[in-house]
């Protein structure tokens, strides 16, 4: 029997060197990322927001909504499939129901941010946080729903508090997120490289996440082999494939406006 996509991370988490992981939004972005050879992908809350709603990831797209489309996502591939839980949707109650719902869909692993309600993009102004308490008893609860399950998937603990209090407070989440079960650690925000090597020197046994964007926040646009340099063991892109996809669609908009305004033209000579 082929491995579980849970086991199937956890085989990557283990291995020598770094792994890279586009941000998928749908089936066909998913089967294109694994036909290009991947060996994960990451189910992007902003693309997913963007392409299903047409809406920011702010919060529009519900629990059901990317249960939904996770699992379509997770039945059109065989590589593992990173699902995007923001922040839980509520108390610890409303997470196990989350991490409950996403082992359902298929995810391999799914991240967990401490991020207020209303969430905001990663980088958006006027962000808030939860308490150090209630942070660390979502992904208490996040465990307990995977222990409960009797599944392995993947919990990545994701904090933004470096931006919206300190770098010391952010280090501080992540250990505890560490000591309370969670498989891979994810600091959002850092502005530069000396703290991304911080965060990399904390918890060592812990692998760690990182996303670029390509000039996009606060992090330069660092190579793979830089990051693996660093200590990350996974980098995604969330936005990679979204952006390529809405500038062809774009152009193609152009071009068709463009001959059907020539054929106007034409029809009235």
Known sequence: MAESPAKELRRILNSPGIYQGPGCFDALSAKLAERAGFKYCFASGFAISGTRLGLPDTGYISYGEMVDQGQQITQAVLIPVIGDGDNGYGNAMNVKR??????????????????????????????????????????????????????DIVIVARTDSRQTVSLDESLWRLRAFADAGADILFNNSLASREEMEAFCKICLQVPKVVTMFGGRGKSSFFQPHELEAIGYKLVMYPISLLGVSIQAMQNSLIDIEMVVSLLMKKCLL
């Open 98 to 151: 989350t991490v409950m719902g996403f082992i359902r869909a298929g995810f391999a692993g799914i991240i967990l941010e401490d991020q207020a309600f209303p969430k905001k993009s990663g980088d958006a102004q006027g962000m808030k946080v939860v308490s150090r308490e209630e942070a660390v008893m979502r992904i208490k609860a996040a465990v307990d729903a995977r222990n409960e399950s009797g599944s």
